[in-house]
């Protein structure tokens, strides 16, 4: 490579030679991050907002950072390092494991592409960092933003970097069975009440429980490696549940944060199947987030983990997450051929053992992917006929319901049925009214505006006045 050249990194042009640069390596072994970035500012052409983008942290966070704040979170200088592109030997001299990103996609990643350098502890002492600064609400947390690049070097460290250490530990205080059970136990209840009054309802106190009942157990318990995979597995679960409900929320970026620590922890657990699920829920996440590339990757990684655990029911739940991705693309012969693809492995699939992270994957849940799949293709009248069959469904799915509801009123607003559109409407806002779920009311606020043409309908009017009143300034 020639001097001067310069090489394209997202959104990030660094400059060749940049690394190297005297200035450069005295802020990395100073840890001087506000340093870095002026001096990518200077050298990269690059703004607070694009440094942010690249790095997964708010404009705002990157200036304070700048002004003197000093960056101290081992999990927040892997994020600058990872976005910033930065060579082994600097991130070796900022203190972090060498990487060796390959720049291939997720799915064709070989064994030996990620050193196996990262050890279970330093996933459980990234994963309580998270939870304790959650609970304290630090701003660092806040200001994290979601980055599509951010979900690449868990999926390539889940695919290419498997724990060979036993996951075991001489604590003071005896794990076992028992306290394995109470964590399934409060997962179910949480679960229950996110699906029933959204992700906002009790979103802090599992986090508190992560940080206060859980810590514990990972850092001071004893137990031997069958237990400890299995406390792990356990922690991974409710770790992915509660980055699902910051992602109904709308903290994206913490809930890419959870979901990133939830891999790792299903890593060490040696469970494929939950890993599959969690990259699953990545999918998903950088679909709704319009992602649609990193979604399709991400659901495809889903589906060979699924393969490799011999599960067809999961196959089958990561082939319509890379349906709806595509459709998203407006891909529409790829999002049909997963779809196919998709119903094939769900009637292959011996559902007598699924666990109970997987019970909302019914024909319901498939319907309603089809559904919005065809809505994003604009053929409506499928999407009408998936959708109606989707609210045959279980009805402790609240959430789900509201959703669902939207959709077909969606649906009925783009084929020119403007009334029938604000009926169903309101049904959802009645279950949405009940929730505290930002993904409900974005489908609510859209389906308004979706309506706006047709304001002089009574109907029409009477449902969007509802709205405003009944949702006021909620997210």
Known sequence: MTVGAVVPLDDLRIPDGFWSREDVRTAVRARDIGTLFRLLARHAGAS???????????????????????????????????????????????????????????????????????????????????????????????????????????????????????????????????????????????????????????????????????????????????????????????????????????????????????????????????????????????????HNATGVDLARAARQTAQRAGLAVLTAEALVMEAHAHAAARNERACTTALHQAEQALDRADRSSDPQWLGYFDEAYLSAKFGHCFHALGHHQLAERFTVRSLRMDERYIRGKAFNLTLLASIHAHHGEPDRASAIGAQALALTSQLRSARAVRYLRDLQTELTAYRRRPAVRHFINRVDVALGQRR
Not at 97 to 109: N, V
Not at 243 to 256: K, M, P, R, S
């Open 48 to 290: 607070q907002t694009r440094i942010g983008a690249v790095v997964g942290l708010e404009q705002g966070y990157v200036s304070r950072v700048i002004a003197g704040r000093k960056v101290t979170s081992i999990d927040v200088l892997e994020r600058i390092a990872d976005g910033c592109g930065m060579p082994d030997e600097v991130r070796m001299s900022l203190g972090l494991a060498p990487c060796h990103r390959p720049r291939h996609p997720i799915p064709g990643s070989h064994r030996g592409d990620v050193p196996n350098d990262r050890s279970w502890r330093e996933d459980v002492r990234a994963a309580t960092q998270l939870w304790e600064g959650d609970v304290n609400r630090r701003d660092m947390l806040r200001q994290t933003v979601f980055s599509s690049a951010g979900y690449t070097l868990p999926a390539l460290r889940w695919f290419t970097a498997p724990t060979t250490q036993p996951v075991s530990q001489k604590g003071h205080r005896s794990v076992g069975q028992p306290d394995i059970d109470i964590i399934r136990e409060m997962t179910s209840t949480y679960r229950r009440l996110d699906n029933q009054h959204g992700g906002g309802h009790a979103r802090e106190t599992l986090a508190r429980y992560l940080n206060q009942e859980v810590t514990p157990l990972l850092t001071e318990g004893r137990y031997d490696p069958a237990t400890g995979r299995k406390l792990f597995a356990a922690v991974a679960e409710l770790t992915q549940l509660a980055g699902w409900q910051a992602y109904d929320t709308a903290e994206h970026g913490l809930a890419q944060r959870y979901l990133t620590h939830a891999l790792d922890l299903a890593r060490a657990a040696d469970d494929a199947g939950l890993g599959a699920e969690i990259l699953a829920a990545m999918s998903h996440q950088a679909t709704y987030l319009g």
